[in-house]
């Protein structure tokens, strides 16, 4: 039962055009949505956030939006540049009941920015 | 510099033989979670700790895996007797307190990678 999912196993974006990585959820109780990047041989790190009672949180180059009717929420990266080349999970937090503040991880996305 | 420490970072080990995995969470942090990197499944989550109890560990196998904390300062995970299908990279994972507005976003390690050959 996966209430995380990132449909796309992979993503390949030009340097200096837009990255955009999706992530589907069916739980309502989460609360919170992360997203983290991972390179290799290291663990991932957190690379932005946002609250369910908002609809977009900006940093930089990076984007999160959120659609709770949807149960869907996408991080935008403009412009992508070759070091953001990384695994991407999205994260979910669990707001609720006897799993509370357990994160739930997506199966990642690997994008590939070339030059 | 504060970061979650985990040892081994590489363990090669035999079938059947016991595995354990060490982690030294961010000190402070209430939370420890332990995740499994595969390529089918992503980051899957084995157990969570809060304040040093188990919290939920319906992600591991019950019959060979055993997550604990003995003290806040250490968090293990063993695997007896261990499989080639457990191989893959292991991670820990420590968050802060939360409370308010306060961020949730957990801070990992660099992972253990285990081999079962």
């Known amino acids: 039962d996966q209430q995380v999912k990132q449909n796309s196993p992979s993503l390949s974006v030009q340097e200096g055009r837009i990255s955009i990585l999706n992530c589907d959820y069916t739980?309502?109780?989460?609360?919170?949505f992360l997203w983290y990047k991972k390179y290799p041989a290291e663990g991932p790190t957190f690379l932005i956030s946002?609250?369910?009672?908002?609809d977009k949180n900006e940093d930089g180059r990076f984007t999160v939006f959120l659609n709770k009717s949807a149960k869907h929420l996408s991080l935008h990266i403009v412009p992508s540049q070759p070091g953001d080349s990384a695994v991407y999970f999205c994260?979910?937090?669990?707001?609720?009941?006897?799993?509370?503040?357990?994160?739930?991880f997506g199966q990642g996305t690997i994008l590939t920015v070339h030059p | 510099d504060a970061r979650v420490t985990q040892t081994p970072r590489h363990k090669v080990t035999e079938m059947g033989q016991e595995v354990t995995m060490r982690c030294q969470p961010i000190?402070?942090?209430?939370?420890v979670f332990w995740y499994r990197q595969t390529m089918m499944q992503g980051l899957e989550l084995l157990a969570y700790?809060?304040?040093?109890?188990?919290?939920?560990d319906s992600g591991m196998p019950k019959d060979r895996f055993s997550a604990e904390m003995p003290d806040a300062t250490l968090a293990t995970l063993k695997i007896q007797p261990s499989e080639p299908r457990d191989s893959a990279v292991y991670f820990c994972?420590?968050?802060?307190?939360?409370?308010?507005?306060?961020?949730?976003?957990?801070?990992f390690g660099q992972g253990t990678r285990l081999t079962v050959v």
């Open positions: 994972a420590s968050g802060p307190r939360r409370g308010g507005d306060q961020n949730t976003e957990a801070f």
């Open positions: 739980n309502s109780m989460f609360d919170y």
């Open positions: 946002i609250s369910s009672i908002k």
């Open positions: 994260a979910t937090h669990n707001a609720g009941g006897t799993s509370y503040g357990k994160l739930t």
């Open positions: 000190l402070g942090h209430n939370t």
């Open positions: 700790f809060r304040n040093r109890a188990p919290l939920d």
